[in-house]
């Protein structure tokens, strides 16, 4: 493990397992995170044109929807009775899944292409295993849900090796890994910074549209309606000329 | 015969096809009788190029935002 | 050379792509098949990229891409009714202006750029016009009145317009706030479903009840003397509010919401549940077949007045509303319309195949086309690719010399299979290429497909489907739902002297949501249930969508292989060969 991570990794977990409501938002994340990576490997074993790969990518993911259930349950479980949290509904509704790989209608596979992918792979596989850990060696979750961790561990361990495996071949047939795999790590970094921006503008733009609403919609109130219900002649406009069907209002 | 390729927007053609839709916003409210909506749609728009441009160097935009 | 015109509905949800060759649909996807993001709002790349590869074209080919709405329009409505909120919209403001101004707003240059498309090939088709333009092109009417019934568009949320051969025209329409849609999205809300996905279980809840707190919902809706409706705005917040769509009003008059996932046991089928569980569901039951029943009443009030003022025999259907099958069956039965048609993809995936159909038909002034015959028009595997997959995943299959007797023959001893075969439905509903098959003699068949296969609810019922040639023998479908019962698009009643033959696809109140399978819409389905009526003497299968809960039906080989292998599936047919489970 890297010393940075081990550095930060370790206390940020202690916070997070201990505040109330939190290991329910973890489990919850993970059990999305988990079924978005089985849809990027299932992405995966449709597209390789590795035939060989098509398996191993299969069952991987059959791994990581079995994972996402696995983490749901905790979460059902953790939740109080009768009162579900907001955590259990995420898990409850996968129309809520965004945490995959796919960008602008391309999957992780077809943007990284099949070397840079199994590399992408391995980094993060490896990091979750290392992160598992550290939630394990400080037994912060209860003790199902460590049994859970522990159960996916194992899987988690076999895709590591049969990644790496298959990153060794690319070595030996002097394929450039090491940068692939440099790369996968600095993509990480940069993707989590990302989402640290994009998070952060959005609320701080937030905060100035709020501005301006408080400041300027409040004198167009006095003129504004809602419109009134029953039916209503349908306003006059060409609906067949192509002159109005080029205009966007 | 050679297949034709897809268009690649330009980044004038992007800031040009922008431009239309503010003006094509404006044209239908005023079209519309909605004109007590055009100075509003006015001050939203020129947020809006600012969020745009924001957007634009989102890898710095904590630092913006501070010195905003 | 013929032209192309690709349609696109994105970024509110069911993003799908048609592409149209000289007005005859080519294909017709939905992206949340190739993402299996149920839903998927995204700009539908690989749909569209899926059709344009159907036609052996670019983008560079392309006549005309007509978007499914009106943009500047929809962004009017969103300014002026958070003005005319004000400051009770303090939440809304902001997340929409961000959404607008950061990305939806320019449009054009978004779809440009997505689909590599000059501007001015771009064309822009009103929401509802899209709906409207779905169902009637699609149809084989040559006149009719076009009722488009959904949440929101730009400003209309019902709509009536008169078909007449190509041109299509405005009526008359009713207006945000007042949306018959979000009033039912509302009561799905408050049952605890998400909104834009939940509205079947609504439905399928609503046979358990009864309708106790129709007064109270009379309170939120009026029907008016003239043909229209009005909501009671005191009850609702969808206009203002970021995510709630009740007011605190609505729950002091319907009692505190369902919070999502609760166990639901009413007094006809309460399980091992607790007092307290029971008097609760039934609580959830009422309320469901209050709504149901008022939105049925609602729908035959608008086709009332569609008739008064189109004053054709022929209705056509779209928007959200219309894939209500129980409101369709009333509709049917007690409206004025000698025929009805309601367009598969009656949601917003459809506004695609509606704004494609209206470019052609209105814009282009090109006549009408022969009717939508078949919905099976999504991406198609093929015997050769599945078998190549197949083989790489490992699987042991067979090819049968006759798969549909094959699979006849595994039904009628108990098992429950996967059928895949040809290309995706066009649509919400499973037509027996992307289904889950059981045998609907067992009574056992329903719960255990809900709970080991699909890891659904279990109050939730299943739908038939049956041969044409014996639809009349086994269903009471009004003359009216003809069409619509060929897309699962109505529900019928079920002869009393049948239901004890049919258990697992009957539901509660003795209805059931049939698919009348012809040879032509899908030969090989048609096939299986003649080969199990030979059999079992029942030309009737149990018909479920292939998916698991929370995703969207299978589309690709991989697809259909990874939800075989994690649901209780016993065996799965795909492109005609027989894949055995695991061990």
Known sequence: MGQLRRAYLGPISEVAWRLPGWPTRLL??????????????????????????????????????????????????????????????????????????????????????EMDFLAFVFVAEADAVEQFHVYLDRRLPDPDTTAALRDILKDESFHVSYSKLECDKYRREGQPIDHAIRLARWRRVKEGWMRFTRDFGERMSGVWLLVLYFLVIWPFRLVARLERGGWQRAPARPTSALAAARLEG | MSTPEPYEPSRLDATLARLGTAGALLSMLARGGRWWMLPLALIVLVVGVGLLVLQSVHYVAPFIYMVF | MPAYILGISALYHDA??????????????????????????????????????????????????????????????????????????????????????????????????????????????????????????????????????????????????????????????????????????????????????????????????????????????????????????????????????????????????????????????????????IVESQRWADIAASAQAQVEDAMLHLVRYAKGAVGTDALCLAGGVALNSVANR?????????????????????????????????????????????????????????????????????????????????????????????????????????????DPRSTEVKDHVNARVKYRELFRPFAPAVTAAAAADWFDIPAAAAEPARWMLSTAGVHEARQATIPAVVHVDGSARVQVVDPVASPAFHQLLVE?????????????????????????????????????????YIDGLRVERPK
């Open chain 3, 330 to 438: 009333r509709v049917a039965a007690e409206g004025p319309f000698a025929h009805v048609w309601v367009q598969p993809a009656a949601g917003d995936a459809g506004g695609a195949m509606g704004a494609a159909m209206w470019a052609w038909h209105a814009v282009l002034g090109n006549p009408r086309q022969p009717p939508l015959a078949r919905m099976d028009l999504g991406r198609v595997n093929g015997p050769a690719r599945s078998s190549e997959m197949l083989t790489d995943l490992g699987a042991k299959f067979t090819e049968p010399a006759d798969p549909g007797a094959s699979a006849a023959a595994e039904l009628a001893d108990g098992k429950v299979i996967g059928w895949v075969e040809g290309g995706d439905e066009w649509g919400p509903r499973a037509l027996g290429h992307r289904s889950i098959l059981a």
């Open chain 3, 16 to 277: 799908a792509a048609v592409l149209l060759r000289d007005g005859v649909v080519v294909g017709a996807a939905q992206e949340e098949r190739f993402s299996r993001v149920k839903h998927d709002a995204a700009m539908p790349r690989r749909a569209a990229a899926w059709c344009l590869e159907q036609a052996g074209i670019t983008a560079a080919d392309l006549d005309y891409l007509v978007f499914y709405e009106k943009p500047l329009r929809k962004f009017e409505r969103i300014l002026a009714t958070s003005v005319a909120t004000f400051p009770r919209s303090w939440g809304s403001f902001p997340r929409q202006m961000r959404a607008w101004l950061g990305d939806k707003l320019w449009l054009r240059t978004n779809l440009c750029a997505t689909f590599g498309v000059r501007s001015d090939r771009l064309l822009f088709c009103e929401h509802h016009l899209s709906h409207a333009a779905s169902a009637f092109y699609a149809s084989p009417h040559e006149k009719a009145a076009v009722l488009a019934v959904d949440g929101v568009g730009e400003w209309a949320t019902t709509s009536l317009w008169r078909g007449d051969g190509s041109a299509l025209e405005p009526v008359s329409e009713v207006r945000f706030p007042h949306s018959l849609g979000l009033l039912y999205s509302t009561i799905t809300a408050h049952l605890g479903f998400a909104v834009n996905e939940g509205e079947y279980k609504v439905m399928g809840m609503a046979a358990y009840g009864k309708p106790a707190f129709r007064q109270e919902l009379d309170r939120l809706l009026k029907l008016d003397p003239a043909g229209g409706f009005e909501l009671d705005l005191d009850y609702f917040s969808f206009h203002y509010h970021p995510t709630r769509s009740g007011s605190p009003a609505l729950e002091a008059l319907l009692g505190p919401p369902r919070f999502p996932g609760a166990p639901f046991a009413p007094a006809v089928a309460p399980g091992d549940a607790s007092a307290q569980q």
């Open chain 1, 28 to 113: 919850a994340a993970f059990s999305l995170a988990e079924r978005g990576s089985m849809l990027d490997m299932l992405a995966a074993a449709d597209a390789t044109p590795r035939r060989e790969m098509r398996r191993k990518y299969f069952l991987h993911a059959l791994d990581e929807g079995r994972h996402a259930g696995i983490f749901a349950s905790r979460v059902r479980a953790l939740s109080p009775p009768g009162n579900i949290s907001r955590a259990q509904a995420a898990t409850e509704d996968a129309g809520l899944l965004q945490g995959h790989g796919i960008v602008a209608g391309e999957t992780l596979f077809a943007r990284l292409g």
């Open chain 3, 532 to 572: 199990f009526n030979k059999l079992s003497g029942v030309p009737v299968v149990l018909n479920t969508s292939f998916n698991l809960k929370g995703e969207p039906m299978v589309s690709s080989t991989v697809d259909a292989m990874a939800s075989f292998v994690r649901s209780g599936l016993d065996v799965l």
